[in-house]
């Protein structure tokens, strides 16, 4: 019972060699655990190398994801262009055909003001 003690409790090297002395057969067990710590050594560096690919990954993604939105606000601003564009035309369209209308108002009130001058012409010579 000492023996399992130690070996689950020490990593002084005093001890594993007292241990190692009086119960041979405990190298064994410290030979399995030794392979394991070294292909945990390995493991951390397949670790380590699989977390570095993932941060360049993240780092891809989260760049294809803002030109992603960049295209989209892209694609909104044209459709946004275009829709003034069109707005820009119909106003232009709106102020020819006002324009146009105003030179006919313009037209008849001079008519209306002819007319009236004439009409006074007539009214003053019925009256002579």
């Avoid at 670790?47 to 690919?53: G, P, Q, R, V």
């Avoid at 960049?70 to 601003?77: A, D, S, V």
């Avoid at 106003?91 to 006002?98: C, F, K, M, P």
Wanted: glycine share 2%; charged share 35%; hydrophobic share 40%.
């Amino acid at each position: 019972m000492d023996g399992w003690l130690t070996f689950l409790s020490s990593e002084e090297p005093e001890d594993i060699l007292a241990l190692l002395e009086r119960y041979p057969d405990f190298k064994g067990l410290y030979d399995h655990v030794y392979q394991i710590c070294r292909n945990m050594e390995n493991i951390m560096e397949i670790f380590s190398e699989e977390l570095k690919m993932l941060d360049e990954n993240t780092v891809q993604y989260m760049i294809d994801e803002m030109q992603e939105t960049i295209n989209n606000q892209k694609k909104m601003l044209l459709e946004q262009d275009n829709a003034l564009v069109e707005k820009d035309t119909i106003i232009a369209e709106q102020d020819t055909a006002l324009a146009e209308k105003n030179t006919v108002i313009a037209e008849q009130e001079n008519k209306i003001i002819e007319m009236q001058k004439r009409l006074q012409e007539l009214e003053e010579l019925l009256k002579k």
